[in-house]
């Protein structure tokens, strides 16, 4: 049974083990999108350029945009990154939660966290995109007051939703 700690929320992870944990989560994200699209590779080192990019360096990746991360028990367990603001919106990029740890309100908690941030810096909308298959996350974006948007992806698939802050 896993121990189920606390979790905190955290803006920007100090150096150390979250930092690390944070390329770890983005890695696996990345992996599972891959298979979902039907594209599996075997490893990170297979994945495309700008996601091994994030990978080996996600501060350097991020530099202008929020990471926020999720903590039990000091691992990091969920990650999400907020673009810094353009014309009145930020974007939610990245939004992952490590499966063991699913079911938890982390997801829930990480969007919450980043809303708020948002606010704080006059955002006015919160956008993001997610592939059409994933329903449980549409479920999620749903119950948190996201909407379906006309689509700025030009991607096949992806689904843009936004929510006033």
């Known amino acids: 049974m896993t121990d189920q700690h606390e979790v905190v929320i955290v803006r920007r992870p100090g ?4 930092a690390d944990r944070l390329a770890e989560l983005l890695a696996a994200y990345h ?3 891959q298979a979902e699209k039907g594209e599996a590779v075997a490893d990170a080192d297979a994945l495309p350029d700008r996601y091994r990019t994030e990978i080996s360096d996600p501060r350097a990746a991020f530099a202008d945009d ?4 999720a903590l039990s028990g000091g691992t990091a367990v969920g990650c999400l990154v907020l673009t810094a603001p353009a014309d009145g919106h930020s974007e939610i990029k990245r939004l992952w939660t490590d499966p ?3 079911s938890r309100g982390i997801a829930s908690g990480l969007i919450g966290a980043a809303l708020a941030h948002a606010a ?3 955002v006015g909308t919160v ?9 449980s996350a549409i479920a999620l974006y749903e119950r948190l007051g996201f909407t379906t948007a006309e ?3 030009t991607r096949d698939q992806l689904l843009c939703m936004e929510r006033a802050v």
């Open 31 to 33: 992996l599972r999108t």
């Open 151 to 153: 689509s700025w992806e």
């Open 100 to 102: 063991a740890f699913r």
């Open 120 to 122: 704080e810096n006059g």
């Open 15 to 18: 150096q150390g083990p979250p």
């Open 127 to 135: 956008r993001l995109s997610v592939w059409k298959w994933r329903t």
């Open 66 to 69: 929020t990471v926020l991360m």
